[in-house]
């Protein structure tokens, strides 16, 4: 979730649905079975498309699905391009050498060792994030090494191990105690038996934590997630590596048997799919994988079920909503502020130096959903949910319409409520900030420029007038952008200069610069 900060997550809500802003990249969703995509590290690469400004003609390429810094995975290939046998049985090599040192199985034979080791021999290497067996240590003599290594400790990994924040493959956030809380009370409050955790290991261990302790919980929990290291504290059963953009099990069948068998148990009844992905990943792969974890679990339902959703809680900030809604219209966003302990900015509250923009995404009804009332939610008997303490239900759009957490206000002339830092422009015709600059930094079309519509999708593909006319326009548009973003930099008390160092590093720009 970490480029969610820079703000690149709010290019593709803002902007172009999956289009990468001006980086001039889109995914593109090719199903076709004879052509299946070369594989790096993990797991099978994602087809995207170079779009030239003003030119019909793209260039395709594969590239890694699940890191967005060529630092962490450099795959790149030409959709056409074919390798030479010596180059292809390198990169084989390479995928195999890249993988984790130790099987799952290993992993698994590794910790029932561990655990029974008195408490004074059991340590583990901090710098090399590894539990360690008596004859590990001599190899870890010079590290950073935490003894007594407690069953409680052993119990939550995502306090010992430490965030991996910074690489932007995992953007690893953990929940604060109060929202991982809030979402276990609602699970089992919701009646639900077991949960898929999906990139959510503080929330499985909080789970199995709360069932080990009380025996009325009955929540079972299993974890899917990129960041290897669980392996360690897990049995097969309870923690599969799996990669969520390119719906990838790193260990086969096996793992991906144990994860249909966890979703179809009671043919299907009783489970639910949390999810947090990292934020500055794209809605479309995402949302293709979640539709092959639902088709699994609708595999297992009778019949008479056939009308029936999986349900599902997606956790992502609130200007994804009409990018996830578009792939999930079933889905509403609940107003619930989800905090995390490792980012300083974005904190429930007062606490925070600002409010936390993450949401929680649902097809559960949300009159069912209760938010606290301690924290100040209510519940608005019109728009049958509850809503955030300042969050006002608005007569003229007959919706509680703030979607930040804030008081917006009503625009008669845009017909619609707006933030409250927004006034109305006339020259725009709609609101806007004070400082804005005029005729907006919306990305349209590559191809006529216009706003609602993809290049993909244009009408006048090949009219070399609106082509050129297009180029101006999106010259145009993003020297205000730039103009734009130097403001929205100031206002929102982040510096302009690490959002626009971190969107250049962004994976598809760094693909780019890779192309070019
Ligand atoms: N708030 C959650 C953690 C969310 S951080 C909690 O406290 O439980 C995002 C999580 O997604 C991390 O655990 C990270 O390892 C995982 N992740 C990142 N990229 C992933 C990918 N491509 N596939 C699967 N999991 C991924
Ligand atoms: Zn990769
Ligand atoms: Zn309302
Ligand atoms: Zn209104
Ligand atoms: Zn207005």
Redesign the pocket.
Known sequence: ?ATLWDGSGAVEAEGSPSSRGSSGVELVLSSDPATPAPLCPHGPTLLFVKVNQGKEETRRFYACS?CRDRKDCNFFQWENEKLSGARLAAREAHNRRCQPPLSRMQCVQRYLKFVELPLSQRKFCQRCQQLLLPDDWEKHREHQVLGDISVAQLKRP?QLLSP?ENKK???????ADRS?QFLIDLLSTLGFRRVLC???????ELIRLKASGDKKSNLKSLL????FRYSQFYMEDSFCH????NHHFFDGEVALEVCRTFLQEDRGEGVIMVT???FGGLVEPLAVTFKKLIAMWKKGQSQDNNHKELPIFWIFPYFFESRICQFFPSFRMLDYQVD?DNHALYKHGKTGRKQSPVRVFTNIPPNKIILPVEEGYRFCPLCQRYVSPENQHCEHCNLCTSKDGRKWNHCFLCKKCVKPSWIHCSICNHCALPDHSCEGPKEGCFICGELDHKRSACPNISTAKKVNKAVRKQKQRKSNKMKMETTKGQSMNHTSVTRQKKRRESPSISLLLNVQ
């Open positions: 979730m699940a995502s991996l493959t995992n953007a690893q956030y953990l929940f991982c999906v990139g959510t290991p503080r929330l499985h899917l997630d990129i960041d799996y990669n969520m953009f947090d992905p990292p995390y």
